[in-house]
Each structure stands twice: as structure tokens, then as C-alpha cells.
């Protein structure tokens, strides 16, 4: 059974920091690794999408990357700002079937 | 980008009454649309996935007629929470990804989420 874990559960940083945050899972048998931005109370946003092919991401101030042998992915935030402060999820899919979230990240960024 | 739409975003009703929440695919099609289920300060519960044309998968644990979904069309899926009682208060949101005719749904294409449904019985 496929888990993920995320580290930290929580984060709270200065403005302008450069951050990471961690996502390990258990069966490295994953089809693509999804992050997500949630907002209090607010659905998903899909920050990356990273195949199982593939070693990293980027799109903006975001960088994720992915080691699939050692079952383990970053989401890098750089030059952090407030509008960064949410929880952040990854997600593992397998080929056919569902996908395994991790509990999250929240984070804050302090201006 | 593709956008999923979820109706509606806040439902305040009495126990005992049964509620229709729906999940819209905008601008593409969706053979397989998940339903989740989260909880204050925790991560998402799948609870069912939801087949276009076929029977839901249902989560173990999660009851089918309690919670009963229909995929009616490659665009729509819907969850009714029947006799809902104050337990039943939650955080519900759905997801889709693209299915092209011919090809299949694409599991290499990022999931879309809706915005979710926050469902309070009194």
C-alpha cells in the first residue's frame, strides 16, 4: 500500500526566503507526482506535474523534482512572498488506479 | 487551462435531507471523476471514483447508498448525500482528468480539482 509523507506539517518563514518542502512515498512504482496548492476552505491547484520520466519541473519561482529510486520529491519556492502562505499537497499516481495524497504543509510566509 | 466546476460551493440544510452536489468538466471530457472527502486540517479521503456509464468504484468504508453517485455524461458526475445528518458535515470536492476518444483517459495528465462544496447539516 502506497504512502506518502510530508515534512514538514508546518512552516512559518520571512518573506523573501527560499524554501523547500519534502514528499516522500513508499512504492516507487508511480506513474507522475502531482503538487498542489490549497487555500483555506478552496479546492486544489495544480502547481506541477512531474512523469515519472522526468527528474524536475519548473514554472515560475517553482521548482519540483523528483527521485524515484529513493521514493522521495522537493517542491523548491524561491524569493517567497505572503500570497505563497497555504497548504501545499503532493500526490502520487500509479497507472491504473487512484492517487495517494500526503497530509500537507502549511505554510506561512510573514511579510 | 482546463477547469472544473463544482455546484455548490456552500450548502447549509436540516438533517434528514438529501443533497445533490455536482462536478463539471469546462473544456474537456472525463470518462473517471474522483469524489474526496476532507476533513479540518487533514488531507483528502477519497471516497469514490466515479465511471462514466458504469457502476462507482466506492472506498472501503464509504456507504454506496449513503452516498450515491451518477456519471451521467463525459462532462458531469454527481454525488447525493441521501438523509444527511450532522456527521455528515464536511468538505467534499471532486476531480477529473482528460479522456481523449480513442486514446482513453490520459492518467499522464495532471488531475483538476473543483473548488469543493462545504456541506453543513444542522
Known amino acids: 500500500k502506497q504512502e506518502v509523507t510530508q515534512i514538514p506539517a508546518a512552516l512559518s518563514v520571512p518573506e523573501g526566503e527560499n524554501l523547500v518542502l519534502n514528499c516522500s512515498f513508499t512504492d516507487s512504482a508511480i506513474y507522475n507526482l502531482q503538487w498542489f496548492r490549497q487555500d483555506p476552505g478552496k479546492g486544489l491547484t495544480s502547481l506541477l506535474l512531474?512523469?515519472?520520466?522526468?527528474r524536475e519541473q519548473t514554472s515560475g519561482r517553482l521548482n519540483a523534482s523528483l527521485d524515484k529510486s529513493s521514493g522521495r520529491s522537493t517542491l523548491y519556492i524561491a524569493a517567497s512572498q505572503p500570497g505563497d502562505s497555504a497548504t501545499y499537497l503532493c500526490?502520487?499516481?500509479?497507472?491504473?488506479?487512484?492517487?495517494?495524497f500526503g497530509d500537507g504543509t502549511t505554510l506561512t510566509v510573514k511579510p | 487551462g482546463a477547469v472544473v466546476s463544482q455546484h455548490p460551493s456552500w450548502v447549509i440544510c436540516k438533517s434528514g435531507t438529501s443533497v445533490k452536489i455536482e462536478c463539471r468538466s469546462l473544456d474537456f471530457q472525463a470518462t473517471t471523476m474522483f469524489w474526496y472527502r476532507q476533513f479540518p486540517k487533514q488531507s483528502l479521503m477519497l471516497m469514490a471514483t466515479s465511471n462514466e456509464g458504469s457502476k462507482a468504484t466506492y472506498e472501503q468504508g464509504v456507504e454506496k447508498d449513503k452516498f450515491l453517485i451518477n456519471h451521467a455524461s463525459l462532462t458531469l458526475s454527481t454525488l447525493t448525500v441521501t438523509s444527511a445528518h450532522p456527521e455528515d458535515s464536511s468538505f467534499y470536492i471532486c476531480s477529473a482528468s482528460p479522456y481523449i476518444q480513442g486514446v482513453g483517459a490520459l492518467s499522464n495528465q495532471p488531475q483538476h480539482f473543483g473548488d469543493g462544496t462545504r456541506l453543513s447539516i444542522l
Open positions: 500526490a502520487v499516481r500509479p497507472r491504473a488506479g487512484k492517487s495517494t
Open positions: 512531474i512523469q515519472s520520466s522526468q
